[in-house]
């Protein structure tokens, strides 16, 4: 067979459809809005188990009570359905990457072949042949709020705000056992010619088996802001504001599981047995309360300055630091308003100035939320006591008692402009950011080596810095009253830099996060390939803490710190991670008549990302490494020799991480397209219509890349990821 396992897998094209229809309307005193949607999106797989659907109502009412109270309300519901395959998509997707050409994934027949490993072969765990999973969620969310005037104070104004969004889900995983075909390459069917196939359970289970789980979230907000804006004279404005917010944050859950089913045919918990079942279920509630306050004053529209300020408290930190305060101030100096301002190609130039604090509570450590660090949390487990397994509890951390909020230092100048007559527009801005009491663990002080360190709570001691720029420079145009052409570009360049990370002792200077950029790859030297034996003895390094015996096609490591042995003293911290440093697009839109035309492209330079793959009798090779290898009979000095399953020193192990399987991750790429025709009015207006257009657009139509061998915006490098899908619509709008 030569087995095309995406295009087996995959469909070319998925559909999707979106529907939606609004309802708006109203008086002076009563104005309203109303809309209902529906959306049904497919998945990439043949007979697939994965499918999204949405429902959602909305609907918005504001009320002028009396001409000194406005009342606002909204309500937002929305239904999600989720289906998929018991198979995870990192599994399917794994699978389809080790797939090899030489092993049939489908037979002629239709029958599904073989697995590639524990039952996983795609054909059949993208489809409900294994069970399925369905995950129906629905959101409820509400908001009000009350504005009252009074005639007595003009320009003093209380607003009184309420939110409360509620969500509850439900997930219900059916697995059944599954079964594939295979030949043993000698036996055939009675005719002689077609291949006898065997089928057998390949699933890693043989009973069906049932997972059923519920959540409920509870979100509120309660909001209470009284502002006073006023002039004084022509030339002076005040504005004053103060207000509080209290949030609330709660959740609980549970799960049920059953094994040993007698029958497929009923899914429910209930018909499952007892005798490996299995509980569990939690709860969290959290809370924030916040008073905030800003002042400002502008001169002529000449001179503005505003003070803002913030008192945090939160749950998550000690009674006695639970509060931070976090002031900023803004200035701003529009300069084209002076009187002496005579300059006629610039028609706008406003110069401004920022700094601001601000704090983080949501505090991740090891990727888990770091609540109550201050005081001794508990885990439960279990442990077999006097011959019976019980229930336990167990220390996790000790407690951290001075844990307080993460903090960022905020700095700002920028520009904006506009000339030749408002063509033109330009804004350009540079930022400083400085992060501290970061929680990071104190390695530095209790290195791994002290075997306490598991046990040691992390502290707020690291520090990041962060500096860069953005920009954006537009173009807009008429000609005559029908073509309108706007164009524009823009980027921003953001790079940060450890300021300080409690490393481990007497590690070399270059091997160290501090100077370099968060997450900054360590990686050893790619020097080139040993090309043949001769290339081999003339090697004066020691490769033993390596590899016992060096083979044609191997990968040379520089010998970073000079001292002709290769060891993990030569590994140097790259200042590049997988985050690109400089982003940036371009836009362009026309309007001629009643054609309208949009365009956005979008791009990044600046990041790494690392590709191995698991290849040889594990499964099959990227292309871009098989053609650019080492090999016999194309003996290279670039490019090693292939792997299998990682047994070389250069792709398995520490040694892995090295620079020849790093590829740059800049691209550009056109992300969407749009055309569409508005229908002349003097048409529409025969049959009652006050808009129709009709439209087509493209989502991720084509990328320009470096790599060119995954998508540039993919983060892993095993290449088992869902990928971003090209979208193509074509619909219209009717406005009666």
Do not use: C
Request: no cysteine; hydrophobic share 35%.
């Amino acid at each position: 067979p030569d087995t095309d396992w995406f295009g087996d897998a995959f469909k070319t094209w998925s559909p999707q459809t979106r529907h939606n229809l609004q309802l708006t309307g109203g008086n002076e005193n009563l104005r309203y809005f109303t809309s209902l949607g529906y959306v049904h999106q497919d998945a990439y797989y043949k007979n697939s188990a994965t499918y999204y659907k949405q429902y959602n109502f909305r609907t918005n009412l504001t009320a002028k009570v009396n001409p000194y109270i406005n009342v606002n309300v909204g309500i937002l519901a929305r239904r999600e359905d989720r289906n998929f395959p018991t198979e995870s998509a990192g599994a399917i997707f794994r699978m389809l990457m080790r797939g090899r050409p030489t092993e049939p994934q489908v037979w002629p027949n239709g029958l599904p072949g073989p697995d590639i490993e524990n039952g996983q072969n795609p054909y059949v765990i993208t489809t409900n042949a294994t069970g399925y999973q369905k995950n129906p969620t629905d959101f409820v969310q509400g908001n009000g709020s009350v504005e009252i005037t009074n005639p007595w104070i003009k320009g003093l104004k209380l607003t009184l705000s309420g939110a409360v969004d509620k969500t509850t889900s439900t997930n219900k995983t059916w697995q059944t056992p599954w079964r594939l075909y295979s030949w043993d390459k000698i036996s055939y069917e009675a005719d002689g010619v077609t291949p006898l196939l065997v089928g057998a359970i390949r699933s890693n289970f043989t009973d069906p088996r049932l997972t059923q789980s519920y959540s409920s979230v509870l979100n509120t907000n309660l909001t209470g802001m009284l502002n006073y804006d006023t002039r004084i004279g022509d030339n002076h404005s005040i504005g004053v504001l103060v207000g509080v917010t209290r949030e609330t944050f709660s959740g609980e859950g549970f799960l049920a599981y059953r094994r040993d089913f007698l029958s497929t045919a009923v899914a429910q918990i209930a018909a499952g047995g007892t005798a490996n079942q299995r509980t569990d279920g939690g709860a969290y509630e959290r809370a924030r309360l916040g008073y905030y306050g800003r002042a400002q004053y502008n001169y002529k529209e000449k001179y503005l300055a505003e003070f803002i300020w913030r008192y945090d408290g939160s749950y998550m930190f000690p009674e006695d630091s639970r509060f931070g305060f976090f002031p900023g101030v803004l200035l701003g100096w529009n300069v084209s308003n002076e009187n002496w301002w005579n300059v006629k190609a610039v028609n706008n130039l406003k110069l401004r100035a920022s700094y601001g604090q601000m704090g983080n509570d949501q505090i991740l450590y090891n990727g888990v939320l770091q609540e109550f660090a201050y005081l001794s949390i508990y885990g439960s487990g279990q442990y077999p006591i006097n011959g019976q397994v019980q229930n336990t509890l167990f220390e996790r951390l000790l407690p951290n008692p001075f844990f307080t909020w993460e903090r960022a230092q905020n700095y700002n100048i920028g520009m904006d402009a506009s000339f030749l007559d408002n063509r033109f527009d330009l804004t350009l801005e540079y930022f400083y950011n400085n992060r501290t009491k970061i929680l990071i663990p104190n390695t530095g002080v209790t290195p791994g080596s002290s075997g306490i360190a598991d046990r040691l709570p992390p502290q707020n001691l690291g520090e990041v810095d962060n500096r860069g720029f953005e920009f954006a420079l537009n173009y807009n145009a008429r000609a005559g009253k029908d073509l309108v052409i706007r164009a524009g570009i823009n980027g921003g360049y953001a790079k940060n830099k450890v300021v300080f990370m409690s490393e481990t002792p007497g590690i070399p200077d270059y091997q160290r996060m501090e100077g370099k950029q968060i997450g900054a790859f360590l990686a050893f030297q790619y020097d080139g390939v040993f090309r043949d034996v001769e290339d081999i003895n003339k090697n004066t390094v020691d490769y033993s803490g390596v590899t016992g015996q060096l083979l044609p096609g191997d990968m040379k490591i520089r010998d970073v710190n000079g001292d002709n042995v290769i060891n993990a003293d030569d590994a140097v911290r790259l200042d590049k991670n997988n985050t690109p440093t400089f982003n940036y697009g371009a836009t362009f839109d026309l309007r001629y008549k009643g054609f309208d035309l949009s365009m956005l492209f979008q791009g990044a330079t600046g990041a790494l990302i690392r590709i191995q793959t698991e290849s040889g009798d594990i499964g099959n090779y990227l292309e871009y490494f098989y053609k650019n290898r080492w090999s016999i009979d194309n003996p290279s000095s670039v490019h090693p020799r292939l792997a299998s399953r990682g047994d070389t020193y250069f792709t398995g192990g520490n040694y892995g991480n090295n620079t020849y399987y790093m590829f740059s991750k800049n691209y550009m790429r056109l992300k969407n397209i749009e055309i569409g025709y508005n229908l002349s009015p003097e048409l529409l207006q025969r049959i009652k219509i006050s808009n129709l257009r009709v439209f087509a657009n493209g989502l991720n139509v084509f990328t320009i890349d470096k790599m060119k061998v995954y998508d540039p915006e993919a983060t892993v490098e095993s290449g088992v990821y869902y990928p971003q899908a090209r979208v193509i619509n074509l619909g219209f709008s009717v406005t009666f």
